[in-house]
């Protein structure tokens, strides 16, 4: 045990990308919503910011957005860190999901709900003006959008309706233009949704958990590659784990997958 803190009510944790801030959201002793900010390098709290509802922390941990939609929907705090000092904040038009700032801190990739389809606005951050409006109908629900590292792909997931349930759909975006690059959808008989999605380090493969009747992680190849392709370096991948497991763990593995003895 390194650090170990009391609580009244703790909402969530969340490092910063190089692991020098640990923020803790939770209710001080008055009952307020904040986020207390600690140092990880001596775990000295460094401030405590006044906010609720939802945040996201720019790579450099120099920057939290935070909203929560009450009173005042579309608003969007800016505070500098790790002083907690308030910054000019950002207004846009109607409620707010969920929030991403890019890799490069110049986007901040902001979901809305809406009840016909799935939309996420695209907002300068230097202006504070929409850029791009990406509306993808039952494909992306109103969640989490997640960046590429390299912050060249936006990645949305939703679900598309199929006789008998949903299956779900993973969509990716250009993230400077807006052009649809690629819809990944989980095959037809296997009825789920999505949970997360995580990019590697390197922005080639994606995670996808799925939930539901399905509740395993697809791991398919990203950019724009064509379906051939995609589906022969799975095969290559495959290989190479049977070459390092064996055929016979490698058997043992899949038989346990479908759940019958190995």
């Known amino acids: 045990l390194i650090q170990r803190q009391e609580y009244n009510r703790l909402v969530r944790l969340a490092f910063s990308a190089g692991g020098s801030l640990l923020l803790a959201q939770n209710r001080n002793k008055q009952n307020e919503p904040v986020v207390d900010l600690w140092s990880t390098a001596d775990w000295k709290r460094q401030g405590t910011i006044k906010t609720g509802g939802t945040f996201s922390l720019s790579a450099d941990a120099s920057r939290l957005f935070a909203f929560s939609n009450f009173p005042t929907p579309g608003k969007i705090d800016v505070f500098q860190l790790p002083e907690g000092t308030t910054l000019p904040g ?33 907002v300068d951050l230097a202006t504070g003006k929409v850029r791009l409006t990406l509306a993808c ?24 309706p199929m006789t008998g349930g949903d299956v779900a759909v993973a969509v990716l975006y250009d993230a400077v233009s807006g052009r649809l690059l690629r819809k990944l959808v989980s095959p037809r008989d296997v009825k789920s949704v999505v949970e997360r999605l995580a990019f590697s380090a390197d922005g080639t493969r ?9 509740d395993a992680v697809r791991r398919t190849v990203t ?7 995609a589906l022969q370096a799975a095969a290559q ?26």
């Not at 846009?92 to 389809?117: C, N, Q, Y």
């Not at 994606?206 to 399905?214: E, I, N």
């Open 90 to 122: 950002l207004r846009i038009e109607g409620s707010i999901h969920r929030m991403t700032v890019s890799p490069d801190g110049k986007m901040l990739a902001i979901s809305v709900p809406d009840p016909e389809m799935g939309v996420v606005r695209l």
């Open 137 to 160: 109908e039952h494909s992306c629900d109103a969640q989490q959008p997640y960046y590429s590292p390299d912050g060249k792909v936006l990645a949305l997931y939703g679900h598309a």
């Open 206 to 214: 994606l995670a996808v958990l799925t939930g539901r009747s399905d």
């Open 223 to 229: 950019g724009n590659a064509a379906a051939a392709k």
């Open 237 to 262: 991948h495959w290989k190479s784990i049977t070459g390092r497991l064996g055929p016979v763990r490698q058997r043992a593995a899949y038989r346990r997958s479908l759940g019958l003895d190995p």
